[in-house]
């Protein structure tokens, strides 16, 4: 069957929530994408930040596979190894106390709002509390997570949304202080922000809010669900400035593709009891199997090495557009999540560097962002520069 009716098919049936890119994948491997003809794409997106390890990958396979024959899903009434050593190696990893398995991204945003109110009703008893998130930020599409998603576009036909979300500037410390009341519980921000053009956070500002939260008694929740799990040559983002939050939120590459996501908390901020939280899937056997092999292979692999590695020489490939192009405005990022600002809308751009083979996609602000597979190469780096910049011309 052709394409063109696998996407008539598709269309017939599936609820019309995207615009999609006219391609049926049929398979992946390493750092590239085959479509159902047979036509390979360099993938520069990995499934939105999902893929850091690659499509493919033996180690990976081997994991998921052995755990599929074993035992996929019990619940969490019970334990069960997985579960418990992904937990062990998260918490190594984020320098947190507590880990929350979650199904998504989202959910673990859901997570991280209720921690933070069930810490603040504690120390007050009072039920109007109050959490400060960012505008131009993205935490998800559930209500809570749409909530303190700071892009009216997103939130605007799905009124009332969660009470007590008030929004400042990013990397703003004032801005941030002109809404603290006696109410807020917390301050949610992304240390580096993906969905709303790649804008990494200053280190200033991520240790003036520790301090504000410090002193008021704040919860600071960082979503590191996209700029997280070494995409920025860190483990995560946030330890460039060296600053712990009370909550962290991670998903997309935890599970190399597989639906997992966990917010964290230390051990001061774990407020939520048994009855408070659940989840009939969140971190079963199979998912969890698939995360502690991607830590493991973080590990015994080096992956934040390469990222720093390959970012930078992806940095100094986009600095030469950037200095050729008056088009672009601006370059931004670390390691290998980096975006190109345009002076207008980049669509056409990464539509015609998909044509020719090279899979981009877009932030908001006219960004194109850069969130390949953290195992990429400097050839393929290559590989993209030269099909983005013919689709510059173009
Ligand atoms: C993708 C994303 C989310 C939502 O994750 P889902 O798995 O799509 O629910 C939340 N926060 C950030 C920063 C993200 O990039």
Same mark, same amino acid.
């Given at each position: 069957?052709? @394409? ?23 398979? $992946?491997?390493? /750092? ?32 998921? +596979?052995?755990?599929?024959? +074993? ?21 190594? @990893? ?10 998504? $991204? ?11 109110? +069930? ?22 599409? %559930? ?60 280190? &200033? ?49 935890? $599970? ?10 230390? &051990? ?9 939280? $659940? ?9 969890? @199997? ?26 100094? +490939? ?25 002076? &207008? %809308? ?17 932030? =908001? ?15 393929? /780096?290559? =590989?993209? @520069?030269?099909?983005? &910049? ?5």
């Amino acid at each position: 069957m052709k @394409a063109e009716e696998y996407m008539a098919r598709g269309e017939s049936v599936l609820l019309h929530t995207y615009n999609r890119t006219p391609i049926v994948f049929d398979r $992946g491997e390493g /750092v590239c994408l085959y479509d159902i003809e047979g036509k390979r794409y360099l993938d520069f997106a990995a499934g939105i930040a999902v893929f850091g390890l690659g499509y493919h990958n033996p180690k990976f396979d081997a994991a998921v +596979k052995e755990q599929v024959d +074993k035992l996929i899903h019990t619940s969490n009434l019970y334990y069960n190894v997985p579960a418990i050593e992904a937990a062990e190696k998260l918490v190594k @990893a984020t320098g947190m106390d507590r880990v929350f398995f979650t199904n998504s $991204g989202t959910e673990a945003i859901e997570g991280a709002i209720k921690t933070a109110r +069930k810490y603040a009703v504690q120390k007050d008893g009072r039920t109007d509390h109050e959490i400060i998130a960012m505008n131009h930020s993205f935490h998800g599409r %559930s209500m809570g997570a749409l909530s303190v998603t700071g892009n009216p576009h997103y939130q605007q036909d799905f009124r009332p949304l969660i009470g007590g979300v008030r929004f400042a500037e990013y990397n703003d410390l004032d801005s941030v202080l002109t809404q603290v009341t006696d109410r807020t519980c917390a301050v949610i921000l992304e240390p580096i922000q993906g969905e709303g053009g790649i804008y990494p956070a200053d280190a &200033e500002f991520l240790r003036a809010l520790r301090k504000l939260c410090d002193e008021r008694d704040i919860l600071l929740i960082f979503d590191e669900i996209q700029c997280g799990m070494g995409r920025s040559g860190k483990m995560f983002a946030c330890q460039h400035a060296g600053v712990q939050p009370d909550v962290m939120t991670v998903a997309k590459a935890l $599970g190399n593709g597989l639906p997992i996501g966990a917010f964290l908390t230390t &051990e001061k901020a774990a407020s939520l009891v048994p009855g408070d939280h $659940g989840s009939t899937y969140g971190g079963n056997p199979l998912v969890c @199997a698939g995360a502690r092999a991607v830590l493991d292979i973080f590990e015994s692999e080096d992956i934040l090495g390469h990222v720093c590695e390959v970012g930078a020489y992806l940095w100094d +490939k986009l600095e030469l557009l950037r200095e050729k192009y008056p088009i672009i405005k601006e370059h931004r990022g670390k390691g290998l999540i980096q975006g190109l600002e345009f002076r &207008e %809308s980049p669509a056409e751009i990464a539509r015609a560097a998909i044509k020719r083979g090279v899979i981009l996609i877009t932030a =908001e602000n006219n960004v194109i962002r850069f969130v390949p597979p953290l195992i990429i190469e400097k050839e393929h /780096v290559d =590989e993209m @520069a030269e099909v983005l &910049e013919e689709s510059i011309k173009e």
